[in-house]
């Protein structure tokens, strides 16, 4: 998430992806963004999705992002 989120590095995350890296593990960058603001938010959020990232992901306080 932060890979892809702060300076859009897609190849690195393509890498990281192919590591056995799950976009769904950890905070999601919709939660993330609601503290830190990313420069490439939109193109990371269209690449986490394409990368199987689920929108509605919760964080460890069971909440979604539009809580």
């Not at 590095?9 to 769904?24: I, W």
């Not at 938010?41 to 990232?53: E, F, K, N, R, T």
Request: proline letters at 1%; glycine letters at 8%.
């Amino acid at each position: 998430m932060i890979a892809v989120g702060h300076a859009a590095h897609f190849r690195f995350g393509d890498e990281l992806l192919k590591a056995g890296a799950d976009p769904n593990a950890g905070t999601s960058i919709l939660h993330a963004s609601c503290e830190w603001h990313f420069e490439h938010l939109v193109s990371a959020l269209q690449y986490l999705v394409q990368a199987g990232w689920k929108v509605n992901s919760r964080d460890s306080t069971g909440q979604t992002s539009l809580h």
